[in-house]
């Protein structure tokens, strides 16, 4: 069975960054395709960004630029660093590996 905690939320200005950690306990098999998703207030959940085979990285339009994730296999966590963060990137943040979802942690990006 897999877990996945995500931790690094908080209260961050306008144009300030953000490090979010994802990382996987128990048999996980392999850090690829974990994924990173945000639910803003009143609205429906989005994909952010995807850890890929072969590190490969993928991202939403709305990060593209801003956002950047890696991952480290010894340490079995992905990371998702946010740079110039905006107020509409306030939200819950969670990260996912095939059905398997961790508990979010939240950031807020005021006006």
């Known amino acids: 069975q897999v877990q996945l905690v995500e931790s690094g939320g908080g209260l961050v200005q306008p144009g300030g960054s953000l490090r979010l950690s994802c990382t996987a306990f128990g048999n996980i098999l392999s850090i690829y395709d974990i994924r990173w998703h945000r639910q803003a207030p009143g609205k429906e959940r989005e994909w952010v960004a995807r850890f890929g085979t072969a590190y490969s990285t993928h991202y939403s339009d709305i990060v593209k630029g801003r956002f950047t994730i890696s991952g480290d296999r010894d340490k079995k966590t992905v990371y998702l660093q946010m740079d110039d963060l905006k107020p509409e990137d306030t939200g819950v943040y969670y990260c996912?590996?095939?059905?398997?979802w961790g508990q979010g942690t939240q950031v807020t990006v005021p006006q």
């Open positions: 996912s590996w095939g059905p398997t």
